[in-house]
């Protein structure tokens, strides 16, 4: 693995995004009508719901969608040929995975960074320093890890994209559920502190409450969601080089 090649590669899939009216929608203007949309049905005070509860979720109810694209992005590339194309010229698969990897670690940030800022004229006012903040955008980097793992699970036993989005809720919606801004109850938490969507929220609460990056609590959160998303990527790509290229 070379990092020329994994920028080469990087710059040529961030092009392709940017270019592709559908993925740049999903992946960047998705998140913006999504926070809008919740901003202007749930921000009045008399619904008795506030944005600074709701943002964390939203952070990661964008990325968790990552899921999606990974999962049709390959699904495209494995009926393409174009990792067996690899093969015969000086690019690796770890070339290209680690270019899929850092991709959509960046559109992740991306999405972090527009959901806050569309986030502050609904009422969003975190109760954090700038340490805070940029310490949310490196935990929803890290949490992005997960989905592209999962994707790439979902891709392998996708026969086609389009059968990829429809599996990719097997993954999408649990998280979603049970690890986003909706209410956990006492019957669900078992479920949702199985989860690093429900991990990576409730880190970013706490700090977004005046929570130290530093304390007990965020740091147990931060190593969950660091761990498994480490754990899922790996697995994923394995999975994925074994069984989905096929």
Known sequence: MKIQRIVALLKMELKKIFLEPAYLF????????LTV??????????????????????????CIFIIMIVAQSFSDIREQGLLRRLNATPMTSGDFMGSQII???????????????????????????????????????????????LGLITATIS????VATGLSFIFILPQMFF?????????????????PSYHATTAISLIYNGASVLSSEVLFHFTFV??????IVILGIQIFKKFGNK
């Open 179 to 195: 690890g986003t801004f909706i209410p956990i109850t006492n019957t669900t938490r078992p479920i949702g502190m199985a989860l």
């Open 37 to 62: 949309i919740f901003g202007f049905a749930f921000s009045d005070p008399e619904l008795g719901m506030s944005f600074n509860a709701m943002a964390p979720g939203l952070f990661a109810y964008a």
């Open 103 to 149: 991709s959509n670690m960046i559109i992740a940030i991306l999405q972090v960074f527009i959901v806050f800022l569309l986030a502050l004229p609904f009422g969003f006012s975190p109760n954090t320093d700038i340490g805070g903040i940029l310490f949310a955008f490196l935990l929803m980097a890290i949490f992005s890890l997960s989905s592209v793992g």
């Open 226 to 231: 660091l761990i498994v998303s480490i754990i």
């Open 26 to 33: 999903l992946m960047l203007l998705f998140p913006a009508v």
């Open 159 to 162: 026969k086609s994209s389009g």
